[in-house]
């Protein structure tokens, strides 16, 4: 059975693992997969496959739904079985075309969600994904803060203001 | 006649394989070739335009197509679309919610005191149309500083990811006829046939896709005066949307990618409301992959104009669905102009068949009309 743990305290959450993960380099993300893989029986639930998804939007204007495109996608799910015969389950979908590296996200989020042995090796690299997203972040503020217009020196009476 | 075989035609078109990648190298050893990082990164505006135009937000792929084509964008965007008809489609998505997008530009020419304020992001708006000649022979150096240096000098200042929508305040204040969420499924144009009368998702969808030029160019007669939209743009933005797909062992919302897109709303002239409640203002709204902002603004503008055509029958080109939806899209009407390259030899000997018996014909009733003069 999959069993579901209490995550240690300051660790992500599940939901934002498959984001950290992909801002990491994807050879030190498929090397941890490999580790993982190494120390645990890993059964494919659906294959590693990539293709695409429909984007559907709703515009703001009506309400109205609609597909402004295409977006690649890269899906696996896998069964994770440790020695002591814990079973846990994992799935990736990212907006890529790498099957294998959706494989190695599956992987390490079947592990960490069971906290089979080894996922403390997944926590570093949670982290330098964090550092990346977090450095990410930094670079587009900057791109909003340089740019912000302060409009309350362009007059001081509201007739100017209506120019 | 009949089509007739002929010997050189197969090493002939190999041989102009051969010339294109010749051109593509031919600076030879002075030369680099282009990476595609720096295609993605330095020729941004370019990729935006080819990932919207292709309908597939793969930024590092419509980078190739660009150098493949050497830069032409109509064969790249046309090079994106024939690789997407090659991959399987994996599943149904949830509706995105696009106020959640990370933006790093917004601007409204309706306020100036827009909820969250104004941020002109990375524009050329205000720049003047000089050109940086120091960057004819700019060094790798030179280069690499400049990002670095801008995020040294960048204010301090802890700015949220996302921001209210300003239609959300027209709305509050009773300006805007409040957001009805259609039940109505999207219009798969990928999948279907434009049949007409289509519905608004399709018109969406299909000028999303558009031709940047073409759009423009039809908007920009409903602009001139072949209509009557007269926009104000209540908020132009720029920013990352985050996709959210729910996680197939837990079915909890996670992201799983984030996509560059503009999105843009205008505010058209007023209406009397329909069920006898007060006048509000009518709107237009455009968005595409990419930042593309003319695309998002012409398609807002379009997409006002043919909610007219569509209730009350066009007065101009740029109401009518079938006339704009039919020839906006760069890879149709780009095939549609290269294919008269092709061979039309049958036809153009069965053109000059005619002209030369019609010619035959008006001489001898020449000849024979000066003759019954002459008698």
């Not at chain 1, 912000?148 to 001081?156: E, P």
């Not at chain 2, 009350?312 to 007065?315: F, H, I, K, V």
């Given at each position: 059975m999959t069993l579901t743990y209490p995550m240690p305290e300051g660790m992500p959450v599940r939901a934002q693992w498959p984001r950290l993960l992909l801002a990491c380099p994807p050879e030190s993300v498929r090397a941890l997969a490999r580790r993982l893989c190494e120390q645990h029986a890993v059964q494919d639930i659906q294959l590693p496959q990539s293709g695409l998804a429909l984007l559907k939007l709703r515009d703001s204007a009506q309400g109205e739904a609609y597909y402004p495109g295409e977006v690649p996608l890269a899906v696996a799910r896998v069964r994770v079985t440790s020695a002591d015969g814990t079973l846990s389950e994992g799935a990736a979908q990212l907006l890529d075309d790498r099957a294998s590296l959706a494989r190695a996200i599956a992987v390490i989020d079947a592990v960490l969600a069971g906290q089979l042995?080894?996922?403390?090796?997944a926590l570093p690299v949670l982290a330098a994904g964090q550092a990346r997203l977090s450095e990410q972040k930094a670079q587009r503020q900057a791109l909003l803060a340089t740019t912000?217009?302060?409009?309350?020196?362009?007059?001081?009476t509201e007739e100017d203001d209506d120019e | 006649m009949g089509y007739v075989a002929i010997k050189g035609g197969g090493r002939a078109i190999e041989g102009s394989h051969a010339a294109v990648e010749a051109l593509r190298t031919a600076?030879?050893?002075a030369g680099a070739p282009l990476s595609l990082s720096a295609i993605e990164h330095q020729l941004r505006l370019l990729t935006s335009r080819v990932v919207s135009e292709g309908g597939l937000y793969h930024p590092r792929l419509a980078a190739l197509a660009i150098k493949q084509m050497q830069g032409d964008t109509l064969e790249a965007a046309f090079a994106l679309r024939a690789y997407r008809s090659t991959?399987?489609?994996l599943l149904e998505m949830p509706v995105q919610d696009t106020s959640k997008m990370r933006l790093i530009r917004r601007i409204s020419s309706?306020?100036?005191?827009?909820p969250g304020g104004q941020m002109l992001g990375p524009?050329?708006?205000?720049?003047?149309?000089?050109?940086?000649?120091?960057?004819?022979?700019?060094s790798p150096e030179a280069f690499r500083s400049v990002a670095s240096r801008f995020m040294q000098q960048r204010p301090g200042a802890d700015l949220p990811d996302t921001f209210p929508k300003v239609l959300d305040a027209l709305r509050a204040d009773g300006l805007l006829p409040p957001l009805a969420t259609r039940a109505q499924d999207a219009f798969d144009i990928t999948r279907e046939p434009?049949?007409?009368?289509?519905?608004r998702s399709a018109a969406l969808a299909t000028m999303a896709r558009a031709e940047t030029g073409s759009l423009l160019a039809i908007a920009y007669s409903n602009m001139r005066g072949?209509?009557?939209?007269?926009?104000?743009?209540a908020e132009l933005r720029v920013g990352y949307l985050p996709v959210m797909l729910p996680h197939?062992?837990?079915?909890e919302l996670i992201e799983a990618g984030e996509v560059l897109m503009t999105e843009c709303e205008v505010v058209a002239m007023y209406e009397s409301d329909d069920n006898d409640g007060p006048p509000v203002f009518t709107l237009g709204y455009g968005a595409c992959f990419g930042h593309n902002e003319v695309k998002a603004i012409a398609m807002a503008i379009l997409d006002r104009a043919l909610q007219k055509g569509m209730r009350?029958?066009?007065?101009n080109p740029s109401e009518d669905p079938e006339f704009v939806l039919l020839h906006v899209d760069g890879v149709d009407s780009m095939g549609f102009a290269s294919h008269?390259?092709?061979?039309?030899y049958v036809t153009f000997q069965s053109d000059m068949d005619r002209l030369r018996t019609t010619q035959s014909k008006a001489t001898q009733s020449t000849v024979t009309a000066t003759q019954g003069v002459k008698a």
């Open positions: 042995p080894g996922h403390e090796a912000r217009v302060d409009f309350s020196l362009l007059g001081t | 600076e030879g050893d991959k399987p489609r309706a306020f100036k005191d827009i524009t050329y708006d205000y720049a003047l149309r000089l050109m940086r000649l120091d960057l004819a022979d700019e434009l049949v007409f009368p289509v519905p072949y209509g009557d939209v007269h926009p104000t743009i197939p062992v837990t079915g009350d029958g066009p007065s008269y390259k092709m061979p039309h």
